[in-house]
């Protein structure tokens, strides 16, 4: 018998490690969100409150329970702390779950869960502070390739996406090249600002881990889900501006409005469509292109009549 069905039976409970394990590193994850863009050390010193600087104690650094048993205020100073910190916990917490459910006792989990935990600090930090840290690409782009030279070497059951190094190459290098052609084209051709380096490095990495098929599922996906987001973002600020009280611009100029509103005014990020779209690939990718062509392929002849 094997260790992964003689542990079998604590599958549920193991689930729910999964989950506290998850929360812990979120919280983690909160301190680089929060440090890495002022190039401070993520290990020391010890977290204070943002606004008053005073130390926080253990007991009110549990994630998410200490924010919910101090109804979102600073026990010294009283002031607000941000909904983000137990959201960035409980979103890690419930993505290693997701992680054990899907690929179980696997080489290929401990990997996953810390590209989802990579991901959710790009995620927030790009939303936050308009910056993909390099301290999550740059480790990745080398990382990627070398799991899957180990895990040439391991059986089928391990879960991995890729298990060939060549695979995890091309891409790297396909991610790389499509964002930063896409980037030159806008800044050459279109005379606009690019997306920026930082979305180049992390969709390198992503294929790095994931390979060609992966990178390209990634692309079509991001756009999709960047276009409405895009589009729901324009939607939201054209209400806002012909809500009632305000000024009302004249008609003729709202096209110029909401064009600079989607630049300039309400910068819109491309990491965090990149991060969902990474992770749609990661629990069901493969199986989602492999439905896709089997959707495709016509029916033997017997089967129709
Ligand atoms: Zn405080």
């Not at 729901?232 to 096209?255: C, H, M, Q, V, W």
């Not at 309400?266 to 990661?282: C, D, K, R, T, V």
Request: glycine share 10%; proline share 7%.
């Amino acid at each position: 018998m094997d260790l992964a069905a003689t542990l079998a039976p604590l599958h549920n409970f193991f689930l729910i490690v999964s989950f506290v394990f998850g929360a812990l590193v979120g919280s983690f994850a909160n301190v680089c969100i929060g440090r890495w863009p002022h190039g401070e050390s993520v290990i020391s010193p010890r977290s204070r409150c943002p606004k008053c600087k005073s130390l926080i104690a253990w007991h009110d650094n549990i994630p998410m329970l200490s924010w919910l048993l101090l109804r979102a205020r600073c026990r010294n100073c009283g002031l607000p702390i941000s909904w983000q910190y137990p959201a960035v916990e409980f979103i890690t917490g419930l993505l290693f779950l997701l992680v054990f459910w899907r690929f179980g006792f696997a080489a290929a989990s401990p990997i996953y869960m810390g590209i989802c935990a990579a991901l959710v600090i790009v995620t927030f930090q790009d939303l936050t502070d308009w910056t993909i840290p390099n301290e999550i690409t740059f480790p990745g782009i080398f990382l990627g390739p070398a799991c899957a030279l180990i895990g040439m070497t391991m059986p089928e059951t391990s879960g991995l996406r890729v298990t060939d190094p060549l695979d995890a190459l091309a891409g790297l290098f396909l991610g790389g090249a499509i964002l930063y052609s896409l980037d030159r084209i806008t800044v050459l051709l279109l005379k606009k600002p690019g997306m920026g380096f930082g979305d180049v490095k992390l969709l390198a990495m992503l294929g790095a881990f994931l390979g060609w098929w992966g990178v390209l599922f990634i692309v079509m996906f991001a756009s999709i889900i960047g276009t409405i987001a895009g589009g729901l973002t324009i939607f939201y600020f054209r209400n806002k501006a012909d809500s009632p009280g305000e000024e009302t611009a004249e008609s003729d100029t709202r096209e110029e409005d909401a064009d600079g509103i989607s630049l300039q005014g309400h910068y819109l990020p491309f990491g965090p469509y990149l991060a969902l779209a990474g992770l749609l690939y990661l629990f069901v990718g493969p199986e989602m292109i492999q439905w896709y062509i089997a959707t495709l392929t016509p029916a033997p002849l017997d089967a129709a009549l």
